[in-house]
């Protein structure tokens, strides 16, 4: 599935004009800026059916549901925040006349915690669900979940090591390529 790999190297594509973006001391608006961001947006898009992916070949059920659902509503939020950066990008003329648009969009109410802050992260905890079930399984080995996590929580020291975090997922994908889906209920019966 070529979506396991596009998506990594868009999100490590990002994170290199993230830090190109930050040479001259500031970043945004510009284009590192609106590339890195687009960059990233179409990354979270290939996530619907990475997610879908993930699902079928942990065999659905409830618990892959759950992940699918969580990892879907973060990807939700984090394409809000992104979509905000570009626009607040496009019509912001230099970096100091960003900051005043991020506060009055953070102003709404409600748009801090579900764009900003906690519903953002459900995209890993999603992720991270349902890679850990197909290691669970079997289907992938036990460094996928392991990779995906530390992936999640390498940007946390810095966020210029987003790259390193974009290779660690697409090496966490690799077994995912020869992946097959199992029909619902194929698992708990043992028959792969």
Do not use: N
């Amino acid at each position: 599935m070529r979506s396991l790999v596009a998506a990594p190297v868009l999100f490590g594509a990002y994170g290199v004009a993230r830090v190109l973006d930050g040479l001259d001391g500031s970043r945004g608006p510009g284009l590192a800026w609106a590339v890195g961001h687009l960059c990233f947006l179409a990354g979270l898009a290939l996530f619907v059916p990475i997610f879908g992916r993930l699902r079928s070949v942990a065999g659905g059920g409830a618990t892959a549901t759950a992940g699918y659902v969580i990892g879907l509503v973060g990807a939700l939020a984090l394409t809000a925040q992104f979509t905000i950066d570009v626009v607040v990008g496009f019509l912001s003329a230099d970096h100091d006349a960003m900051s005043p648009r991020f506060d009055a969009v953070k102003a709404i109410p409600g748009v801090e915690p579900v764009v900003y802050g906690v519903v953002p992260l459900l995209f890993y905890v999603g992720l991270l669900m349902l890679v850990a079930q197909l290691a669970l399984q079997r289907r992938v080995p036990w460094w996928s979940p392991v990779l995906v996590l530390v992936q999640a929580v390498v940007p946390l020291a810095t966020k210029d090591l987003i790259p390193v975090g974009a290779v660690l997922l697409l090496v966490a994908f690799a077994p995912l390529m020869r992946a097959r889906p199992v029909r619902p209920g194929a698992l708990a019966q043992g028959a792969l």
